[in-house]
Nanobody, 124 residues
Framework: QVQVVESGGGLVQAGGSLRLSCTAS????????MGWFRQAPGKEREAVVC????????YYAESVKGRFTISRDNAKNTLYLQMNSLKPEDTAMYYC?????????????????WGQGTQVTVSS
């Protein structure tokens, strides 16, 4: 059984930083594309950052380029999201997801395994 668990969310002031972590079990972590997605109230879930199985190919939403960094440690089955210069518009529930087997993906429909989410709230 695949399990995806996020941690690291919280409340931070604008301009601050947070680091999210995600561990995945029940699958061969290094074989799967991974991604961080977010959903704010009343909005659709969107891809924030995605990373290929090898870590070589990365996608960043325009709104987070230069501020967020995704990385993965395949030996530890762990995905990270370093978020700097946070803005109030970054406030959302952040979800970690593993693809359904694709080596690289960015469309939420291509991700089969999802965590429960971790809340990030940025105050102005």
């Amino acid at each position: 059984q695949v399990q995806v668990v996020e941690s690291g969310g919280g409340l931070v002031q604008a301009g601050g930083s947070l680091r999210l972590s995600c561990t995945a079990s029940g699958l061969t972590f290094g074989d799967y594309a991974m991604g961080w997605f977010r959903q704010a109230p009343g909005k659709e879930r969107e891809a924030v950052v995605c990373i290929s199985w090898s870590g070589v190919v990365r996608y960043y939403a325009e709104s987070v380029k230069g501020r967020f960094t995704i990385s993965r440690d395949n030996a530890k089955n762990t995905l990270y999201l370093q978020m700097n210069s946070l803005k109030p518009e970054d406030t959302a529930m952040y979800y970690c997801a593993a693809s359904g087997g694709a080596k690289y993906a960015t469309d939420p429909k291509d991700f089969a395994y999802w965590g429960q989410g971790t809340q990030v709230t940025v105050s102005s």
